[in-house]
């Protein structure tokens, strides 16, 4: 098995958002105007074949949460290859797109730093909460949704199969439009993109370790195709920081897309409270 995309949005040629520290990163909406203002930073990091973009709602929707005097700053990582970097050749290994990404991220840990990640996303971020905490720098929440705990990673071979068994596995995941799947303009664009993501996830391999000292809260859908519940929930084990594990009924691998703002919620309430303890919750929002 392997994470899914959202291929509407991975590669499609857009406008490109604001100027962001470094060409990994997006600035999704412009920051406070005294940069000393915001109270924390929240960075995304998107699911195999997706960009950046995918993270607008919830720029929007924490804006609207600290629209009295807490601002945040709402960044997502941008992988090479796809949207504005297009051109760029793709990175097919997961621990250097983790080690590329903490470099860009690593001048930005004054602040408080909340890291979430969406399926391929959350191990991505997972590895680079390991690189900040090596050089002393932690975040202080880790959010991953939709993902396996690393040392569950199951592997697969979807990044081998032709494009139709590619096609077959997006599907699944439901998280595509599915009339995006019979335009072969659009798949000329995000297969590629779609296969070396799989390729990255399907050959990670964990390297145990300590583990972090960050909190950790897994959310997860309880009818997603890929990440059972058992799965998600073993990401207690690589932490010692908190754990929290959210289920949101009838959510699929792509449930955020209708729970942006309880994330958003839960993100600006527990930001910046490092070391918080977090117990098992069922329900329809993200808290």
């Known amino acids: 098995m392997a994470c899914s995309a959202r291929t509407a949005t991975a590669t499609r040629p857009r406008r490109a958002a604001a100027p962001a520290p470094d060409p990994w990163l997006r600035r999704l909406r412009p920051g406070p105007a005294h940069r000393t203002a915001a109270l924390a930073r929240v960075v995304c990091f998107p699911h195999a074949g997706g960009g950046a973009g995918t993270f607008r709602p919830l720029a929007t929707a924490v804006a609207a949460r600290t629209a009295d005097g807490r601002p945040y700053e709402t960044l997502a990582v941008q992988y090479p290859g796809r949207n504005d970097r297009i051109r760029e050749a793709r990175i097919e290994d997961l621990a250097e797109l983790a080690a590329r990404a903490y470099r860009a991220l690593a001048p930005l840990t004054g602040r408080p730093l909340t890291l979430l ?171």
């Open 117 to 287: 990640g969406h399926s391929m996303g959350a191990l991505v971020a997972y590895e680079v909460a390991r690189l900040l905490e090596r050089a002393g720098a932690g975040p202080d929440r880790l959010i991953v949704s939709s993902a396996w705990a690393p040392s569950r990673v199951p592997g697969g071979t979807v990044h081998l199969r032709d494009d139709d068994g590619l096609v077959d596995e997006i599907r699944r995941t439901r998280g595509t439009d599915p009339r995006l799947l019979d335009n072969r303009d659009v798949l000329a664009m995000a297969l590629p993109v779609v296969r070396s993501d799989y390729k990255a996830v399907e050959t990670y391999r964990h390297h145990p370790g300590p583990p972090l000292t960050t909190p950790v809260t897994a959310l997860v859908g309880d009818t997603d195709p890929l990440v059972t519940v058992d799965e998600a929930a073993a990401w207690h084990a690589h932490t010692t920081g908190g754990f929290g594990l959210r289920v949101f009924p009838g959510g699929d691998h792509f449930y955020l897309a209708r729970h942006w703002a309880d994330l958003a919620e839960h993100i600006t309430r527990h930001g910046g409270q490092h070391g918080e303890q977090y117990g098992g919750q069922h329900g329809g929002g993200a808290r």
